[in-house]
């Protein structure tokens, strides 16, 4: 490709000049290439535009590699025009860029387009704006200025997510290292509890073995006493009898009258055996049964990823209640806050369930259920406009979180507050648990995933899940 060729090129172009110019540097033509399209490029720039596209840099046709030929008659002109006797290279101004097409100096900018262009350029930006170079720099630079000041508030705001990413990979180390502890400390509770059920089932054992080999044994003693008494019996019988004919005689009917045996034959006693079914016959099953005594069961948890900063719960997640401080917590995109809500961490999207929650003397809470897209990150009003359906106490009064906010007339002060969902029909129930009493039903069209929300207050009394009922069914 030609370079510094026609810098000196005279300020007004001939028409042979723009003829003899490349559409790509704008420099006259340096062994110029043709395509089957017609046009010519120099062969340096027709080069590298193929690494870029394999398509005409004016018209856009493709075509391949091979098919450029050499333009000899394009390149003689051109070497022609630059050895004309007339031409001498002219000398620009140090520091002055020219335009590639009138090769004078770019002198105006045009806002619109956002490039430096020459008076003869003035054609090509009619209705635009133009102004001296002077001036639009510092239009331009302004308009730099005003991003770099949004980019620098965007990058305070990168460091400052960088630095929350940073501490939420702590934080998950901790709650790693926690549940760690957790399942280490109930799977060790199980088993001692397990150990215990085994001693219990090994002394069974043992002492049901003692008392049958103690039987056994006395059945024996007591058969081997029978079997020396025959055992006489029977040797007198033979001694009787190897006497003479008139002394046996004589003997035979005192002989004949001890000739007796009136024990019954030893027999095994009924269940002399261990009972071994009872005590390996569904053994696993007998055991997990037993275990129900030493487990709970909740329907519902709460979900700690949700809490907000100010609630703090216990270790298995089933109660909760207004933390000391601010915790320091991920401002995750699923935490309530600055709202004081929690949500369970079951969710929902058919099908019947319930769950109680022990709201106990506390002056205000707010139970109920809600959409998955519940606001989060902002105030807001409680009511199925917002996706959520619950009713509360504040101020002494219950009501019913709907649009109209009405009151619920209870009789007696409710502390354990029964939510029964039914999704297929649309009917969330509220009832007072202890009393088995239907408080109130909110109707909708659920269409989104459901889940149990708790609003439990600011207070040092804790909110709790009530644990569900286990039963163990056979058939």
């Known amino acids: 490709m030609a370079e510094n060729m026609d810098e000196g090129m005279p300020e007004e172009p001939l028409p042979i000049q723009q003829d003899l110019t490349c559409p790509v540097c704008q420099c006259i033509f340096q062994d110029p290439v043709l395509l089957p399209c017609s046009h010519s490029f120099c062969r340096e720039c027709l080069r590298r535009s193929l690494e870029v596209s394999r398509r005409c840099p004016v ?29 001498r290279p002219k000398q620009s101004r140090p520091g002055t860029e020219m335009c590639n097409l009138h090769l004078k100096p770019l002198e105006l900018f045009c806002e619109k387009d956002e490039e430096l262009v020459c008076v003869d350029c003035v054609t090509l930006h009619v209705s635009h704006t133009l102004k001296p170079v002077k001036e639009g720099a510092p239009i331009c630079k302004k308009y730099l200025g005003d991003k770099v000041q949004i980019f620098e508030k965007k990058l305070k705001k990168y460091k400052k997510t960088s630095q929350s990413f940073k501490s939420a990979l702590e934080y998950i180390e901790h709650q790693a290292e926690e549940a760690e502890k957790q399942i280490k400390a109930e799977i060790d509770r199980l088993r001692q509890v397990l150990l215990k059920e085994e001693a219990l089932r090994l002394k069974a054992l043992a002492n049901e073995k003692e008392e049958k080999m103690a039987n056994m044994q006395e059945l024996i003693s007591q058969t081997d006493i029978e079997l020396t008494d025959l055992n006489d019996l029977i040797d007198t019988l033979k001694k009787e009898m190897g006497r003479e004919d008139l002394p046996f005689l004589r003997n035979f009917k005192e002989v004949n009258a001890k000739a007796v045996w009136t024990e019954l034959d030893p027999s095994f006693c009924f269940r002399a055996l261990l009972d071994v079914s009872k005590h390996v016959g569904s053994l696993g099953f007998k055991v997990w049964k037993n275990m129900q005594a030493h487990v709970r069961y909740y329907p519902v948890l709460f979900d700690p990823n949700t809490a907000s900063p100010w609630l703090s719960l216990n270790a298995d997640y089933t109660s909760v209640k207004e933390s000391a401080e601010r915790l320091s917590v991920p401002d995750s995109q699923e935490r309530f806050d600055p709202c004081v809500f929690i949500l369970g961490a079951q969710s929902y999207s058919s099908g019947k369930h319930k769950w109680d929650i022990n709201v106990g003397d506390n002056p205000k809470w707010i139970v109920g259920v809600c959409n998955e897209t519940v606001i989060r990150k902002k105030k807001f009003t409680v009511s199925p406009a917002r996706g959520v359906w619950a009713i509360g106490l504040s101020k002494g009064v219950y009501s019913v979180h709907n649009k109209e906010r009405t009151e619920l007339q209870v009789q007696q002060r409710p502390e354990n507050i029964r939510i029964k969902l039914n999704l297929d029909k649309g009917e969330v129930s509220f009832w007072d648990g202890g009393r088995a009493k239907h408080l109130v039903t909110l109707t909708h069209k659920f269409e989104e995933r459901i889940f149990p929300i708790f609003g439990p207050g600011l207070h040092t009394s804790p909110v709790s899940l009530v644990p569900g009922k286990i039963a163990v069914h056979t058939s």
């Open 59 to 87: 018209c856009r046709e493709p075509f391949e590699g091979t098919q450029a030929i050499s333009n000899r008659s394009l390149r003689d002109t051109a070497e022609s025009f630059l050895k004309q006797a007339d031409w």
